[in-house]
């Protein structure tokens, strides 16, 4: 089952295809809404945890990657454009999808140097498909929450140069912001 899942998150990354629905590996992705907020423990190369309960009345985006994924590494060149732009509005974490996360996450952060914390599920479920966030149908993978906790919504593959703010106004018209929501939690510690 495990080969089985890493092999598919590779594969699915360099389809081409148009913006499609569940299973397309390029665009735009849903699954069925949630009845109760995300909560989801991620562990930084640090030691230092993230709650995504702690992030509430900010929205947060997830970038989910893979170290040795070419198309996830392009992609953080947008992501930090993103947020360089937005990180007064939005949380952004990078989220290592893969088993040896714990192992190659910090020499990966530090040769990058992403303008936003990156994380991994000690637990190791989200890789395979069984956390709170779901089947992942590919990486690079993009999961929008508001700021009541709630998936707004998901893009599979590389994002356009709209993508991500189009993400994040869904997130915004969707209210619950706070003016007391953490500002910049996510990178103390380091």
């Known amino acids: 089952m495990l080969a089985a899942s890493l092999l598919a998150l590779p594969l699915g990354a360099c389809g081409g295809g148009a913006e499609s629905g569940r299973g397309a590996a390029l665009g735009e992705s849903t699954r069925a809404p949630d009845s109760r907020p995300l909560e989801l423990a991620l562990r930084r190369p640090n030691g230092a945890w993230i709650h995504l ?34 990180g007064d509005e939005v949380h952004v974490i990078g989220v290592a999808a893969q088993p040896d996360a714990p192992q190659l996450l910090d020499p990966y952060e530090r040769a990058l140097q992403p303008l936003f914390p990156m994380a991994y599920d000690p637990a190791r479920d989200v890789h395979r498909g069984a956390s709170v966030l779901g089947e992942l149908e590919a990486v690079p993978l993009y999961v929008m929450i508001d700021a009541r906790g709630f998936e707004v919504d998901r893009h599979v593959g590389f994002p356009n140069t709209s993508t991500l703010e189009n993400l994040l106004r869904r997130a915004l018209r969707r209210g619950g912001g706070r003016e007391d929501a953490p500002t910049r939690p996510l990178l103390g510690g380091d």
Do not use: I
């Open 53 to 86: 309960g702690d992030l509430r009345g900010k929205p947060v985006l997830l970038f989910l990657f893979a170290t040795w994924d070419g198309v996830s590494q392009a992609a953080l060149r947008p992501t930090n454009r993103f947020a360089r732009a937005h």
